[in-house]
C-alpha cells in the first residue's frame, strides 16, 4: 500500500523548505505532492522548483474546511501514478482532522493507501507566540506524530525554549531539528502510531469544523511589470514592521528589472527572509505576483499597503513631506 503523510504547520513554518530538500534527495523514491494553497494565486508549487506530473497544486480554497471532495479526487489521480509514498502539504492555517478523516474513512483508498503520519514544522524563533496566538498551531500539534523544529540555526539561543514548549504542547511527540531546512527522511516518513490519532476525541471536530472566529482573509496581486528586488523588500520591511502581527503572511514571486532572474520573498508576521532566487523562470509567471494573508485588517489599511506594493513596482514610492517640529 502507498504511504501518504500530511505536512502541516503554521504559515511561514517552513514547509515549503522542508518539502523541496526532500524532493531533491528522494532517496531512490517516487514522491507524489499534493500542495493546497489559499488565495487565487497559486505560488508554492513554483516554489519547489521540481514541477513534473508528480506535484499538483490543489485550487485555491482550504481543504479542512471546503475541498474535501476535491481532495478525494487529487488523490484519485496521484494514486494512478503508482508513487512510493504521497505527501499533502497543507495551508498554514488547515486543521489536519478532517483532512485525515476524510482520506481514512473514503471506501475508494482502503486498499490503495494508508495514512502513514502527520508531520508539523514549527518555527523555533516564535513557537511560543504562535501557540497562544494562534488556535490552528495547537490543533496542529495535537494531531502530529513527528514535529521537525525549523530556523533553529536563525536563533540557537531559542532552541531549549522551543523544545521546552513542545514538550508541553506535544507530549511525547518525536522532535528533531532541520538543518538549513533538510532533515532525515528516514526518520520523518517512518510509521507512525495511527491509533493515537484515530483515538484523538476529534470526531465531532472532523464533521463540523469551521474557522469561526479564527477567521483570515487572503488577498492576491499580479502586476505585469518586473521590478527591483530592493524596492519590494523594502515594502515588504515597512509593511512588516508596522502591521506584522496582523499581516500573518506575504508570499511572492518578483521579476527582477535588472536581471530577469525570478526571487521569492516573503515574510511570516514580522519575520523577514532574505530573497532567493529560483534556479530557473516558472512558465508563464512573469512580473511580479504576490500573495498576502491577514487577519484582522481593516479594509482600508489593506488597501494602502496593496497601494504601497504598486508603487515599489513602478519604483516612484509616495514620500511624504518632512514636517518641521512644532
Not at 47 to 58: F, G, K, Q, T, V
Not at 141 to 154: F, H, M
Not at 203 to 217: D, N, Q, V
Not at 295 to 323: C, D, F, N, Y
Amino acid at each position: 500500500m502507498i504511504a501518504l503523510h500530511v505536512l502541516t504547520g503554521f504559515l511561514g513554518s517552513g514547509k515549503t523548505t522542508l518539502l523541496s530538500a526532500l524532493l531533491q534527495d528522494p532517496k531512490g523514491e517516487r514522491i507524489a505532492v499534493l500542495v493546497n494553497e489559499v488565495g487565487e494565486l497559486a505560488l508554492d508549487h513554483h516554489l519547489l522548483e521540481r514541477i513534473d506530473e508528480d506535484i499538483l497544486a490543489l485550487p485555491s480554497g482550504c481543504i479542512c474546511c471546503t475541498m474535501r471532495s476535491e481532495l478525494s479526487e487529487a488523490v484519485e489521480r496521484i494514486l494512478a501514478l503508482k508513487p512510493d509514498r504521497i505527501v499533502i502539504e497543507t495551508t498554514g492555517l488547515a486543521d489536519p482532522a478532517p483532512i485525515l478523516h476524510g482520506l481514512t474513512s473514503d471506501p475508494r483508498f482502503a486498499d490503495l493507501m494508508h495514512v502513514a503520519g502527520v508531520i508539523a514544522v514549527v518555527d523555533a524563533s516564535r513557537i511560543e507566540t504562535l501557540i497562544d496566538a494562534h488556535p490552528e498551531v495547537r490543533r496542529q500539534l495535537d494531531l502530529a506524530d513527528r514535529i521537525v523544529l525549523t530556523k533553529g540555526d536563525l536563533v540557537p539561543d531559542r532552541v531549549p525554549l522551543a523544545r521546552d514548549t513542545l514538550a508541553v504542547a506535544a507530549p511525547g511527540c518525536a522532535v528533531r531539528e532541520a538543518d538549513s531546512g533538510r532533515i532525515d527522511s528516514g526518520w520523518l516518513f517512518a510509521p507512525a502510531p495511527l491509533e493515537r490519532i484515530r483515538d484523538s476525541g476529534t470526531a465531532h471536530a472532523w464533521l463540523h469544523h469551521t474557522h469561526g472566529e479564527s477567521s483570515f482573509r487572503t488577498h492576491s496581486v499580479q502586476l505585469p511589470a518586473a521590478a527591483r528586488i530592493d524596492l519590494i523588500q523594502l515594502w515588504l520591511r515597512l509593511v512588516t514592521q508596522l502591521d506584522g502581527h496582523r499581516l500573518l503572511r506575504i508570499k511572492g514571486l518578483v521579476e527582477c528589472s535588472e536581471t530577469g532572474d525570478m526571487f521569492v520573498l516573503q515574510s511570516a508576521e514580522h519575520a523577514l527572509s532574505p530573497p532567493r532566487k529560483l534556479a530557473r523562470v516558472p512558465a508563464g509567471v512573469r512580473g511580479v505576483q504576490m500573495v498576502l494573508i491577514e487577519r484582522g485588517m481593516p479594509t482600508e489599511a489593506m488597501s494602502q499597503v496593496i497601494a504601497a506594493l504598486r508603487e515599489a513596482v513602478s519604483a516612484t514610492p509616495r514620500i511624504e513631506p518632512v514636517r518641521p517640529e512644532s
